[in-house]
């Protein structure tokens, strides 16, 4: 059974920073490309960043370019996404998603509902 768990969401501060963690069992870690994806009250759930298989293609949506990072830790089966320069646009339940079919096409990696496997979310709220 597939399970992706998220952690690490909470309360931040205009410009403080926030890193979440998706670990990940029941899969071959290795073969899944991971997604970060949030979904703020009343929007539709939208992608923030992606990490292929390998690492060497990470995509990240315009909104969050230069501010969050995503990286992966095979030893750890986690995906991790580090979040600078907070904003309280950024305020949003944030989702780890999982994708054995794609490899490493940024477009595809984009794609909400190319993504098989989902976690539970983490809420991330950017106040004063």
């Known amino acids: 059974q597939v399970q992706l768990v998220e952690s690490g969401g909470g309360l931040a501060q205009p410009g403080g920073s926030l890193r979440l963690s998706c670990e990940a069992s029941g899969l071959t870690f290795s073969r899944y490309a991971m997604g970060w994806f949030r979904q703020a009250p009343g929007k539709e759930r939208e992608f923030v960043a992606a990490?292929?298989?390998?690492?060497?293609?990470?995509p990240y949506a315009d909104s969050v370019e230069g501010r969050f990072t995503i990286s992966r830790d095979s030893a750890k089966n986690a995906v991790f996404l580090r979040m600078n320069s907070l904003k309280p646009e950024d305020t949003a339940v944030y989702y780890c998603?999982?994708?054995?079919?794609?490899?490493?096409?940024?477009?595809?990696?984009?794609?909400?509902?190319?993504?098989?496997?989902w976690g539970q979310g983490t809420q991330v709220t950017v106040s004063a």
């Open positions: 990490i292929s298989r390998s690492g060497a293609s990470t």
């Open positions: 998603a999982a994708t054995e079919r794609v490899r490493y096409s940024t477009g595809r990696l984009r794609m909400r509902d190319e993504y098989d496997y």
